[in-house]
């Protein structure tokens, strides 16, 4: 389909041919880059180690103490020249477990590829192809509005409002988009605009479920498709964002009850922050329509943000407030939370950090409030 999360291929073995595996691995890298050293010369190696140790007391009976990968990383990315202002450019992207998984000893240590593309670049902007942050995602991050981010107070989680998740009070939602077609424009005086079309690369086939008969019709170039715009100067930073997210049609696995109550999912995002001195204040507000492709499920959230900076230490506040009517998948549940973050920066690359949320989930058709409260530690560094 064409909005997924895509996740590798993994091998199951015993430890002690994961063991000989890695040996193998290892010399066979060895190997390739002695044997052809040029191959590596346009090439940046680059990603991000973030761990935390989390203690976590939800009232749905998931108290835990554990130690989390929060969206480690490692990535290659490069170009070649082509001349006359253009170039290729190419990134591979996979995200990796940095705590090893919550397996003992034989955790599989990666988890699912990120941003992977080839494209071109010049004076007129960028085309890539590929898996990709769809231009929405793109705009939300370029209001500053995130501002520790895959930490416990990130904003971004979706819309299922169980805040069973890494970061309990998340209320944003992002999508990493298979099969993307995107293009992003020059910066003109810190504006940009970004576009992306997905196909649902679908076969056209009818399916049948009962009495019912449906076609899988998202056979299309662009099934699915988001924009961005956004600004960057004198302190201001604005983005806002669309797209839309064709039900998928997959028949076999739906009842003729869910097929009647489905429609294409369609999200907007707008936000942005200013920045004076040492401190930074902003606001970011989404509005789905149809949230998790049900028909009337009109989801909506909203946050402020604050960062104040003391040379190499910052602290962050931020406020979340959500709702999702009757119509959606866990009836009519507003949410409400706040966390607060204290980091230490050793460098650019490596911090520490200590952060607290909390969260107030709110079922208007019964009496299950629920107050989830999350403490965690946490190392972050770039390389």
């Known amino acids: 389909t064409g909005v997924q999360t895509c996740a590798l291929p993994i091998s199951k073995t015993s430890y002690g041919s994961s063991q000989m595996n890695k040996k193998l691995l290892a010399s066979a890298v060895i190997a390739a880059v002695?044997?052809?050293p040029a191959a590596f010369a346009e090439s940046t190696v680059y990603g991000k180690m973030h761990t935390s140790i989390d203690a976590a007391d939800y009232d749905n009976g998931r108290d835990n103490v554990t130690v989390e990968n929060r969206?480690?990383?490692l990535g290659f990315k490069g170009s070649e020249d082509l001349g006359n202002g253009l170039k290729a450019i190419y990134q591979i992207e996979f995200g990796i477990r940095s705590d090893g998984g919550q397996e003992q000893v034989t955790g599989d240590g990666h988890t699912s590829l990120r941003n992977t593309f080839v494209g071109l670049a010049g004076d007129f902007g960028t085309f890539v192809v590929g898996?990709?942050?769809t231009p929405m995602k793109m705009a939300?991050?370029?209001t500053g509005n995130e501002r520790l981010g895959d930490s416990a107070i990130d904003l971004n989680r979706g819309f299922d409002n169980d805040q069973s998740g890494l970061n309990p009070i998340g209320v944003f939602q992002e999508f990493r988009a298979n099969n993307a077609i995107a293009y992003v424009s020059p910066n003109f005086s810190g504006f940009t605009v970004a576009a992306a079309m997905v196909p649902g690369e679908q076969s056209g086939n009818e399916e049948t479920v009962g009495t019912a008969i449906t076609k899988n019709d998202l056979d299309g170039v662009a099934d699915h498709y988001s924009f961005g715009a956004m600004y960057k100067g004198n302190g201001l930073r604005v983005g806002a964002?669309?797209?839309m997210l064709a039900v998928e049609p997959n028949a076999s696995a739906r009842t003729q009850a869910e097929i009647d109550?489905?429609?294409d999912q369609k999200t907007w995002q707008a936000g942005a922050s200013y920045t004076m001195?040492?401190?930074s204040f902003g606001a970011q507000y989404q509005d789905t329509e149809n949230a998790l492709f049900l028909e009337d499920a009109d989801y909506t959230a909203w946050a402020v943000t604050g960062k104040a900076t003391f040379g190499n230490n910052a602290i962050s506040l931020v406020y979340t407030n959500s709702e999702l009517p009757p119509e959606g998948p866990n009836n009519d549940v507003d949410t409400e939370g706040w966390g607060i973050a204290a980091e230490h920066n050793f460098s650019k690359r490596t911090k520490v950090y200590a952060a607290y949320a909390a969260n107030e989930v709110d079922p208007e058709d019964n009496d299950a409030e629920a107050d989830q409260d999350m403490f965690s530690?946490?190392?972050?560094?770039?390389f």
Do not use: K, P, T, V
């Not at 530690?377 to 770039?382: D, F, Q, T, V």
């Open 34 to 36: 002695a044997a052809s």
């Open 71 to 73: 969206s480690s990383r």
């Open 131 to 133: 898996r990709h942050d």
């Open 261 to 263: 109550a489905s429609d």
């Open 277 to 279: 001195n040492n401190f």
């Open 140 to 142: 939300f991050y370029a």
């Open 241 to 243: 964002g669309y797209e």
């Open 377 to 382: 530690l946490g190392m972050i560094h770039n």
